[in-house]
C-alpha cells in the first residue's frame, strides 16, 4: 500500500478481508507470508510495528465496563503515553466524536454506533501513521458516517494511511484512492480507484470479479 493512500479492501461475505487484516495487524499469525508496517515486521518485531498502526478490529471487543473517558486513559496508558497527553487527546476525541455527553456511562451501555466511534478513537489515540479498520461504517448512522469520513479525509491529508474494508460501494468509491477485490482469499483485481473501475461503477466491476449473478426472468417467477 502506497503511504499516504485511503485503501478499500472489497470482497464478499467470506472472502478473507477479516482474516487478511487480522493477520496484517498481529491478531491472528498467518500459516504463511508476512506483514510490514512501515518497514517493521508485524510478527518478528511486533511492539514497533503496532506503535504505528491503529486497528478496529471485527467485533469492537472492548474493556466495556469502563466509561469512554476511562477506556481511552486506559488504552493511552496502556501505550506508555504520558497522561497529560492522553487526557489532553481524550477529550478532544470525545468532543469530536459527539461522545462528549456520554459522561460516566458504561461503554457496555453504548449504542453499536457509539462503540464503534469510541474504538476509532482508541485507534487514533497515539496518532499513528496506519489506521486498518474493519468494517467502520458497519452500525452507524448517517450523521456519525459523514463525521467519521470526515475525520478519516483529514487523517489521510495529513499523511496518514487508512486501509479499510467495506460493503458499502458508495463509501469506497467517495472515499478510496485504491482499491482491491478478494475473492476466497485471493486478490482478484488491484489499482488505484479509476484503474480498477475502468469507466464503469465499481459495484458492476466487483459482481464480475467475484463471478457474482442476478436472477433470470424465469427464476422466482412465483414472486
Do not use: F, H, N, W
Given at each position: 500500500m502506497p503511504a499516504g493512500s485511503f485503501y478499500g479492501l472489497l470482497g464478499p461475505n467470506g472472502a478473507g478481508k477479516t482474516t487478511t487484516l487480522s493477520m496484517a495487524v498481529g491478531l491472528l499469525r498467518p500459516d504463511a507470508g508476512g506483514a510490514w508496517v512501515l518497514g517493521h515486521d508485524v510478527w518478528a518485531d511486533p511492539v514497533s510495528a503496532k506503535r504505528r498502526l491503529g486497528a478496529l478490529p471485527d467485533g469492537v471487543r472492548l474493556f466495556d465496563r469502563l466509561s469512554g473517558p476511562?477506556?481511552?486513559?486506559?488504552?493511552?496508558?496502556?501505550?506508555?503515553?504520558?497522561?497529560?497527553?492522553?487526557?489532553?487527546?481524550?477529550?478532544?476525541?470525545?468532543?469530536?466524536?459527539?461522545?462528549?455527553?456520554?459522561?460516566?456511562?458504561?461503554?457496555?451501555?453504548?449504542?453499536?454506533?457509539?462503540?464503534?466511534?469510541?474504538?476509532?478513537?482508541?485507534?487514533?489515540l497515539h496518532a499513528p501513521r496506519l489506521l486498518v479498520l474493519d468494517e467502520p461504517f458497519e452500525a452507524v448512522d448517517p450523521v456519525s458516517a459523514a463525521l467519521i469520513r470526515d475525520i478519516l479525509g483529514r487523517y489521510v491529508a495529513g499523511g496518514g494511511t487508512v486501509i479499510f474494508s467495506s460493503h458499502v460501494m458508495e463509501v469506497v468509491e467517495r472515499l478510496c484512492s485504491h482499491v482491491a477485490i478478494l475473492d476466497q482469499g485471493v486478490i482478484k483485481t488491484v489499482g488505484t480507484l479509476a484503474e480498477v473501475r475502468g469507466g464503469r461503477a465499481l459495484e458492476e466491476v466487483f459482481v464480475e470479479v467475484v463471478g457474482g449473478r442476478t436472477a433470470t426472468g424465469d427464476e422466482l417467477s412465483w414472486l
Open positions: 476511562e477506556l481511552l486513559a486506559y488504552t493511552g496508558l496502556l501505550r506508555g503515553m504520558d497522561p497529560a497527553t492522553v487526557d489532553q487527546r481524550a477529550t478532544e476525541l470525545l468532543d469530536v466524536l459527539a461522545l462528549g455527553d456520554a459522561g460516566r456511562t458504561l461503554v457496555v451501555d453504548y449504542s453499536a454506533g457509539m462503540k464503534k466511534k469510541i474504538a476509532l478513537a482508541c485507534a487514533l
